[in-house]
């Protein structure tokens, strides 16, 4: 396989329900993400979505691209919000075609509301047997 885009899928719009249903799930019930009033005290504009529900999903679109038993590796950087309303766009291509018993992976992480222009909000990379 040739170095390039392997998938691009979108989730959400994110809602204030999503959030809930994660803290439930994940046991992070942090007000920050779910108590509007507690997020604007802490300096945010709203509540936002957890790190963790956010590479999630990318993590779920990584799995698709290259197959859940074949992922080795999955690491993530956090470098920006996820507000309800936003669409998550996970990208994964491939980086390196010629290593002989892993493939590399880089996954970039996008959301954007409404037709606004898209903000980088997790970077990775990932590596999965052949």
């Known amino acids: 396989m040739s170095a390039g885009i392997v998938l691009q899928k979108d989730f959400g719009p ?25 997020a604007q005290a802490a300096g945010y504009p709203s509540v936002f979505a957890h790190g963790l529900y956010t590479a999630g999903l990318a993590g779920a679109a990584l799995a698709e691209a290259v197959g859940p038993l ?9 470098v920006g919000q996820v507000w309800p309303g936003d669409t ?15 493939r590399s992976f880089e996954v970039t992480v996008e959301a954007a509301a409404g037709g606004a222009e ?13």
């Open 14 to 38: 994110v809602t204030r329900t999503d959030l809930v249903r994660y803290a439930g799930a994940g046991g992070d019930f942090n007000p920050i993400h779910h108590d509007e009033g507690f």
């Open 70 to 78: 074949a992922l080795r590796r999955f690491a993530v950087r956090y």
């Open 88 to 102: 998550i766009s996970v990208t994964v291509r491939e980086t390196d075609a010629a290593a002989s018993t892993l």
């Open 118 to 130: 898209r903000r980088v909000v997790i970077t990775g990379t990932a590596e999965a047997a052949r």
